[in-house]
């Protein structure tokens, strides 16, 4: 499998439920990030991560945690989240680390979720 | 702070029509401009990157272009699966590694 995958693409959950979004890139990149992307918003950037460490963190409140084992892989835990994070949750990846002269990210199809 | 504007907010071409998306940019030292493709329920698609004024970049139907304080998206004689919002981005400063996006341009391209 090519490029960046995100799994589940589609996700349903309670405000009480503890749930986690999965990206996976497959372009030997050294940088991975998480956006939110809300109806009439622009994206929204949450999370940096180079080589694997969190070097950016908007003011994301803490019921969303991210988690980068390595460089292909970065997870986003959601616990006791609200209805207004419904949104799409997309994951994108840079082939250079930060700092670099070039800052092109590649998107992956992005988890919609849904909190009820 | 970087401010990014896209207009229209969207446009409707009849097929073969061309016409451009605008994106208007304020940031303190551009490091690149970069324009997206984004399908209804997917992720971005990159399109081009632009990083200094007079750069031009042409894929198929698609043509971008860049000055000191917007860049246009020009298409040319599009198709209905040029049907897509478009999202302009740029990135700024030394050591940055943040995209700031606009809202995007819902282009509608009728038969």
């Known amino acids: 499998e090519t490029g960046v995958t995100q799994t589940p693409r589609h996700l349903v959950m309670g405000m009480t439920n503890k749930k986690s979004l999965k990206c996976e890139q497959h372009l030997g990149h050294n940088a991975m990030?998480?956006?939110?992307?809300?109806?009439?918003?622009?994206?929204?950037?949450?999370?940096?991560?180079?080589f694997k460490e969190q070097t950016e963190n908007n003011s994301v409140p803490s019921r969303f945690s991210p988690e980068c084992p390595n460089s292909s892989h970065l997870f986003?835990?959601?616990?006791?989240?609200?209805?207004?994070?419904s949104a799409?949750?997309?994951?994108?990846?840079?082939?250079?680390?930060?700092?670099?002269?070039t800052d092109t990210q590649y998107f992956g199809p992005g988890t919609r979720l849904t909190v009820l | 702070e970087d401010q990014v504007t896209q207009s229209p907010e969207a446009l409707r071409l009849q097929e073969?029509?061309?016409?451009?998306?605008?994106?208007?940019?304020?940031?303190?030292?551009?490091?690149?401009?970069f324009w997206y493709r984004q399908d209804p329920g997917k992720g971005?698609?990159?399109?081009?990157?632009?990083?200094?004024?007079?750069e031009e970049k042409e894929k198929e139907r698609l043509k971008a272009t860049l000055t000191k304080k917007e860049s246009f998206l020009h298409i040319t004689a599009p198709k209905p699966e040029d049907s897509a919002t478009y999202?302009?981005?740029?990135?700024?400063?030394?050591?940055?590694?943040?995209?700031?996006?606009?809202k995007g341009t819902k282009l509608s391209v009728i038969p």
């Open chain 1, 33 to 50: 990030y998480w956006y939110k992307q809300s109806a009439k918003k622009p994206l929204e950037l949450m999370f940096v991560y180079n």
């Open chain 1, 76 to 85: 986003l835990h959601l616990h006791t989240l609200q209805p207004e994070d």
């Open chain 1, 88 to 101: 799409l949750y997309l994951c994108a990846s840079s082939p250079y680390p930060a700092g670099a002269s």
């Open chain 2, 16 to 33: 073969g029509e061309s016409s451009s998306l605008n994106c208007s940019y304020t940031v303190s030292g551009l490091r690149g401009l």
């Open chain 2, 44 to 54: 971005p698609e990159f399109l081009f990157t632009l990083y200094s004024a007079g």
């Open chain 2, 87 to 102: 999202l302009c981005a740029v990135s700024s400063g030394a050591g940055s590694y943040q995209l700031t996006f606009g």
